[in-house]
C-alpha cells in the first residue's frame, strides 16, 4: 500500500538529476527508487535487531552440551 504525503526533504540538486537518469535507464521512477532502497535499509536494520536479540538471549542462557557434571571445581584445584 502506498500512501502519498508531501514532507520536505533536501536533497541535492545533483542527486536528484542522477538518480532521475538511473531511474529512467532502469525503466522506474526515482520516487520508487528511493523507496526501494529505504525499505531495504530498513529491512537490514530489523534482520540485524534481531540477530542482536537473538544472540544476546542465546548468550544470556547459555548452552547446554550435554553430559553431566561428575567433578567437583574443588577436586580440579587442590591446593
Keep these: 500500500m502506498f500512501l502519498t504525503f508531501y514532507e520536505i526533504i533536501s536533497i541535492e540538486r545533483d542527486l536528484i538529476k542522477k538518480g532521475k537518469l538511473i531511474a529512467a535507464q ?3 521512477s526515482l ?9 531495504q ?4 536494520e ?11 538471549h542465546a ?3 547459555g548452552f547446554h552440551l550435554g553430559g553431566k557434571t561428575t567433578w567437583r571445581r574443588e577436586d580440579l ?3
Excluded: F, P, V
Excluded at 520516487?31 to 525499505?39: A, C, I, P, T, V
Excluded at 530489523?46 to 544476546?56: D, F, G, H, I, N
Design 31 to 39: 520516487s520508487k527508487m528511493l523507496s526501494e532502497h529505504l525499505k
Design 59 to 61: 548468550l544470556k542462557n
Design 41 to 44: 535499509t530498513i529491512d537490514k
Design 26 to 28: 532502469k525503466g522506474t
Design 46 to 56: 530489523e534482520q540485524y535487531e534481531a540477530a542482536k536479540r537473538s544472540a544476546l
Design 77 to 79: 584445584y587442590e591446593r
